[in-house]
């Protein structure tokens, strides 16, 4: 009766990852339960979500090929295009289709962004290929698009594009205060990204001592035009989802992301903890500091232990599910 905060499905987005070129799905092992999917498993994994009443997924594709410019992020016939599309016309409008819009699945090198001399992201040049990529997701149909590489002024730059190829109604969701995680390993697994030269991404993304930072990212891409701004990673960040979501009054989104989930089956696998509760306090700790919407792996999971209607309270119970 007087708990203050109450996790639902609908907060929910589930984060799927397709790959170009395979015939069955390939599980992916730091994310125990998850796959790189064909296009076929994709719209089944999706129909499940959408049958649990998860109201999201965020789109990642992983290409065959990569090169320099990740040509493939763009591409009218890549894989994400596709994806995209076939999720489109076999959900129709079940389900908020968005996709994460960056480059460094698709270069060679692995980086965000292209590379000028000197090894360096090119951050305008960068640019430049993002609204291309903007553009084409739009088209195969997508609702949201999510820039997560970082580069300055890639809202405005997108914003400008959609609006200009006819998507005024194609949205930005932000990730605006990305930080420059150890958090992010079993993700690169799960899109077959090594950064050339063991490099990092510590000249885009945002450091970890810094918090007045991140709102200082976050007004300027509401400045430039985001609908949605995401922090991420979410739990060693709840001081900025907190803030952000005190200061702002756009849809706050966090990401919960791949080490932070693999965390938690390790330790379950041991029998260490109990997984499945440990993910529904987790997930609720993430909403309870201000988020309205929260890309988790264990999406699917929680939404099956919610039973698309109950509150989180009862898997939060030692033992639940
Ligand atoms: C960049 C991107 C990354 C993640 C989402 N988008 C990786 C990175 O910045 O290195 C990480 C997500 C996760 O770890 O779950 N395209």
């Given amino acids: 009766m007087v708990a203050e905060t109450s996790l639902g499905v609908d907060d929910l987005v589930a984060p799927l990852f397709v790959r170009e070129g395979i015939d069955s799905p390939v599980p992916i092992s730091s994310l125990p339960g998850h796959f790189q999917h064909t296009v076929t498993s994709l719209c089944r994994e999706a129909e499940h979500l959408a049958d649990l009443g998860v109201p999201g997924v965020m789109v990642f594709g992983v290409p065959t090929t990569k090169d320099a410019y990740g040509s493939g992020a763009s591409d009218p016939d890549g894989i994400v295009q596709v994806a995209l599309s076939e999720l489109r016309s076999s959900l129709g409008e079940r389900l908020v289709i968005m996709s994460d819009l960056c480059l460094d699945e698709y270069t060679d090198h692995g980086h965000c962004g292209l590379l000028g001399p000197g090894g360096y992201v090119n951050n305008d040049a960068t640019l430049l290929r993002y609204q291309e990529v903007a553009v084409a997701q739009a088209d195969a149909g997508s609702d949201v698009v999510a820039p997560s590489g970082m580069m300055d002024g890639q809202v405005a730059a997108i914003r400008s594009a959609l609006d200009g190829a006819g998507y005024p109604d194609v949205a930005i969701l932000a990730y605006a205060a990305k930080y420059a995680s150890a958090l992010y390993g079993p993700f690169r697994e799960a899109v077959d990204v090594t950064i050339s030269g063991g490099g990092d991404r510590k000249g885009y993304q945002q450091d970890p001592r810094n918090r007045r930072e991140a709102l200082a990212e ?60 440990v993910a529904a306090e987790q997930i609720l700790a993430v909403k309870r500091a201000g988020a309205s919407v929260i890309l988790t792996y264990f999406a699917a999971e929680l939404a099956a232990a919610l039973g698309g209607q109950e509150s989180i309270d009862r898997s939060l119970e030692p033992g639940h599910g």
Avoid: C, N, T
Wanted: hydrophobic share 55%; glycine share 6%; aromatic share 8%.
């Fill in 218 to 277: 976050v007004a300027l891409d509401i400045s430039e035009g985001a609908d949605m701004v995401m922090v991420k990673p979410a739990l060693a960040y709840l001081d900025v989802i907190a803030d952000v979501a005190r200061r702002f009054q756009v849809p706050v989104a966090a990401y919960h992301v791949s080490g932070e989930y693999a965390m938690v089956k390790a330790a379950a696998e041991r029998g260490w903890i109990d997984g499945a509760a």
